[in-house]
Structure formats: C-alpha cells, structure tokens
C-alpha cells in the first residue's frame, strides 16, 4: 500500500495552473523526494495533501485514506515558512504543540526534553524562542514536527538555514525515522542531499511531473559518459575537443561530459600529453544536480 497516493490533482488561481494533473503515490517505508525549482508547485501539492489547501480535482490518499481529522496525529507537516511563537519559552512551547498533536501535558513535556538532550537544546529549555538563532528555531520546530513520532513525515526545506553540522544532523534522524518504518517526503533545493537519502524522486516543473522513478532507475536513464578532472594549469583546450560535449569549469576542478561514443581514454591520452598538471582524472556518476539541469533548464519559460 502507498503511503500516499496524489492521483490527477489539479490546482489553479484563476488562468494560473499551480498544480497540472500531477501524479505520484509514495511507498511505506520509504523516503521520497519531491523536488523542483521555485514556483513548480512542490508547496502548493503540499498544502493540498496536508487539506490546508482543497484540490480543484483530483484525489489524494493518506495512509490508504482520504484526509481526515483522525490522521492528522499520524502526521508530521514542516512547512517552509516557519512558524514559532516567539514569545513563548522552548520547553513550553515544545509540549504544547505535542498536546496539539494528541499527547498528554506530561508525556509531551518529557518527550520534549527528551528531543531538546538529543538536540543539545537543553540549557535554552526555559528561553524565549525569539531568543534563539535561526538555526536553534529551525530545529526546535522540527522537534516539533516529530515528536508525536508520526507514520508520515512531510518536510520542506528542513535544512534550511542549519550549518553542515546540524544538517547532517537532521540526516541521520530523518535516516533513523526511515528505518524504523516511517515515510519521509522531503522536498529540498539541496540535490546532493537528495541523492544521498531519497529511495525514490518526482521532479515536478510548471505543475506538472517531468520524471518519476526510483533514483537507481532515474540515474541509469541519464547517465552519460562524464569525467571528473582536478588539474592545475590552463585547461580551457578540453572545451575545444572533437570528443568533449561540454565542460563545467570551477578553477582547477572540472566537469567534462563527452558525446556518445567518445572514449575516456582518449581524453586521458590528450591531457597526459598537454601541460596540465593532472591530480584526478576518474569517470563519473551523473549527478542527480546535472539531471536537475538537463530536465528543467531544457524546458522551455
């Protein structure tokens, strides 16, 4: 059984289509990425499986049902735009949206406490949130957001203004929910973070999905013979060459994407005789970031 089904939903204001038929169903157990650039409809489709926002058409199921009151303690919704009251002490705050989310005073108060020891939030217990960085708020919310420990977990952005410390912090939670049987969509502009965690991608762009499938599948499909090159030296001539499609320069690293039927190993024997300095050359995996590209920026505005 999916763990949530979007099944021909539509979504428009007025002449303006946000949401164009779109379609996906996200398996138990699994972590799920549905991505996109700004204004793709990532949050509006959002907001519609959370019933913050009614479809126009369309049906969406939640843990093999329409949405109702009941399964709203079985989810976990963190939303891009946060939403903290600012006056309000941590610990306090913590335990009432626990209440919020079915638990007892007590039971949210101490798993709270709980999270905010794992969190190493807990000497800012008794501290305003406004307080608090913006890093410190972005995880006191996704606290929040997991604390009723829900079957499905839906966030946007969650590592959104988090060092790369605490993002990979909230990595290895989101990692452990999965383990334990719970379903995360996770919708993130970072594409080397979804590589690394999603099972299973739906890239939507102007409302409508341009690829679905599971990662394994998706990279086999648009996989392409690329090299990797870290170099020191004047490496503007590999642009320039018969067998090279195109490159993406950062300094002395490079991307190079040969064509079709180039071989690697003529590349290799062109830049061991040039007067690069070579400190890697190595063949590489598309990058789901690449696939991003390729899809979205060759779509026509």
Sequence with gaps: MAALLVDKV???????????????????????GLLGPNGAGKTTTMRMIMNIIVPDSGRIEILGKPFSPELQNKIGYLPEERGLYPKM??????????????LSGSAAREKAANWLERFDLISWANKKIQDLSKGMQ????????????????IVDEPFSGLDPINVKFLKDILLEMKSRGKTIILSTHL??????????????????????????????????????????????????????????????????????QADSQELFK?????ELRVKKFETAETSLNDIFIEIVGGQKP
């Design 89 to 102: 002490k941590l610990l306090a705050h913590l335990q009432f949206l626990g209440e919020m989310k079915g």
């Design 10 to 32: 539509f979504k428009a204001y007025e002449d303006f289509k946000a949401v164009d038929g779109i379609s996906f169903a996200a398996e138990a157990g699994k972590l799920f």
């Design 191 to 260: 594409m080397d973070q979804a590589e690394k965690l999603c099972d299973h991608i739906c890239l939507i762009n102007k409302g409508k999905v341009v690829l679905e499938g599971s990662l394994e599948t998706v990279k086999e499909k648009y996989s392409h013979n690329a090299i990797i090159l870290e170099y020191s030296g004047d490496a503007g001539f590999i642009s320039r060459l018969p067998m090279v499609q195109k490159t993406d320069e950062y300094g002395n690293y490079m991307e190079i994407r040969l064509k079709d």
């Design 138 to 153: 972005q995880k006191v919310q996704f606290i929040g957001t997991i604390m009723h420990d829900p079957d499905l977990l």
């Design 270 to 274: 062109v830049v061991a005789a040039s």
